[in-house]
C-alpha cells in the first residue's frame, strides 16, 4: 500500500461530509476574507483536516506529516486572498485553492506528488517571505527548515527510498543554512524572495534528477544539462540586480 495514501473516509456520511466540505472550504475561505475574518479563515483550513486526528494519538505524528503540504499550501492561498490589492485576484487565488483541493491533491502517482510537493515549498516559502519578511532572521530560518524539510518529506513518500528522513533533514538543513547566510542583506526580485528563488530552482532541478534516476530515464547528457541548467540560473539571480530591494 502507497505510504502517501491519503486520510480520507470512503463510504457513508463521513464520506458524503468530506467532500462537501472540500467543495465549500475554497468558497468559505473567501467570503471570510473579503468579510475581514482572515484569522478565522486560517482556522477553517485546520478545521478541514480534522479527520487526521480522528485515530489513536500515536498515528497523529506520521498522520500531520502526511497532510503537512496541504495545510502549507492551505494556509499559504489563505494569506495571498488577505494580501491581494483587488477582489479580482482574491477570486484567482479561491480558484487556485479550489484547483489544489478537487483537482491536484487527490492524486497520488509519482509525478503527481512531486508537483503537490513543489507547489508546497514555493507557496509556503512566498508566503513566509511576503507576510515575515522583516521578521527575525531566526524565524525565516525556522520557517524556511520546516517548509522544506515536509516539502522534501512529501516528495519522497511515494518513492521507496530508504533514506527518506536523511534526505530530508539534509535538504532541510541547507535550505536553513542558505537563508542564514542571505538573510542578513535579504534582496527581494518583485515580491520574490532571493532564498525562494535560488531553493526553488534547485529543488526542480535536484528533484528532476532524482525523478529521472528512479524511473530509469536519467542519462549523463541528461544529469549534466540539468546542473549546468540549475547552476546557471542559479548564478543568475545571485548576481542579478534587476530591480531588487534589500530588507
Same mark, same amino acid.
Given at each position: 500500500?502507497?505510504?502517501?495514501?491519503?486520510?480520507?473516509?470512503?463510504?457513508?456520511?463521513?464520506?458524503?461530509?468530506?467532500?462537501?466540505?472540500?467543495?465549500?472550504?475554497?468558497?468559505?475561505?473567501?467570503?471570510?476574507?473579503?468579510?475581514?475574518?482572515?484569522?478565522?479563515?486560517?482556522?477553517?483550513?485546520?478545521?478541514?483536516?480534522?479527520?487526521?486526528?480522528?485515530?489513536?494519538?500515536?498515528?497523529?505524528?506520521?498522520?500531520?506529516?502526511?497532510?503537512?503540504?496541504?495545510?502549507?499550501?492551505?494556509?499559504?492561498?489563505?494569506?495571498?486572498?488577505?494580501?491581494?490589492? $483587488?477582489?479580482?485576484?482574491?477570486? #484567482?487565488? &479561491?480558484?487556485?485553492?479550489?484547483?489544489? +483541493?478537487?483537482?491536484?491533491?487527490?492524486? %497520488? *502517482?509519482?509525478?503527481?506528488?512531486?508537483?503537490?510537493?513543489?507547489?508546497?515549498?514555493?507557496?509556503?516559502?512566498?508566503?513566509?517571505?511576503?507576510?515575515?519578511?522583516? $521578521?527575525?532572521?531566526?524565524?525565516? #530560518?525556522? &520557517?524556511?527548515?520546516?517548509?522544506?524539510? +515536509?516539502?522534501?518529506?512529501?516528495?519522497? %513518500? *511515494?518513492?521507496?527510498?530508504?533514506?527518506?528522513?536523511?534526505?530530508?533533514?539534509?535538504?532541510?538543513?541547507?535550505s536553513a543554512a542558505l537563508t542564514w547566510v542571505l538573510g542578513h542583506w535579504l534582496l527581494y526580485y518583485g515580491f520574490m524572495a532571493q532564498?525562494?528563488?535560488? +531553493?526553488?530552482?534547485?529543488?526542480?532541478?535536484?528533484?528532476?534528477?532524482y525523478y529521472l534516476q528512479d524511473t530509469d530515464r536519467l542519462s549523463m547528457f541528461v544529469r549534466r544539462e540539468i546542473i549546468l541548467i540549475?547552476?546557471?540560473?542559479?548564478?543568475?539571480?545571485?548576481?542579478?540586480?534587476?530591480?531588487?530591494?534589500?530588507?
Open positions: 500500500m502507497n505510504r502517501f495514501a491519503k486520510i480520507k473516509p470512503s463510504r457513508g456520511f463521513s464520506n458524503i461530509f468530506h467532500r462537501l466540505l472540500v467543495s465549500v472550504v475554497p468558497l468559505l475561505v473567501y467570503i471570510l476574507v473579503t468579510m475581514s475574518f482572515a484569522p478565522i479563515a486560517y482556522v477553517v483550513v485546520l478545521l478541514s483536516k480534522w479527520r487526521m486526528l480522528a485515530v489513536r494519538p500515536r498515528h497523529w505524528p506520521a498522520n500531520i506529516r502526511a497532510n503537512a503540504v496541504d495545510i502549507i499550501v492551505g494556509l499559504s492561498l489563505v494569506s495571498f486572498i488577505a494580501q491581494s490589492p $483587488s477582489q479580482a485576484w482574491r477570486v #484567482v487565488w &479561491a480558484l487556485a485553492y479550489g484547483i489544489w +483541493l478537487i483537482v491536484i491533491k487527490p492524486r %497520488s *502517482s509519482n509525478f503527481l506528488v512531486s508537483i503537490q510537493a513543489g507547489i508546497g515549498q514555493l507557496t509556503g516559502l512566498a508566503a513566509v517571505y511576503v507576510l515575515w519578511g522583516r $521578521s527575525s532572521l531566526l524565524t525565516l #530560518v525556522i &520557517a524556511t527548515w520546516l517548509i522544506c524539510y +515536509l516539502s522534501a518529506r512529501h516528495f519522497l %513518500s *511515494s518513492f521507496d527510498e530508504p533514506l527518506s528522513s536523511l534526505l530530508s533533514h539534509a535538504w532541510g538543513y541547507f532564498p525562494m528563488l535560488i +531553493l526553488s530552482v534547485m529543488a526542480v532541478g535536484l528533484a528532476a534528477l540549475m547552476s546557471a540560473v542559479v548564478v543568475i539571480i545571485l548576481f542579478s540586480s534587476w530591480g531588487d530591494r534589500a530588507v
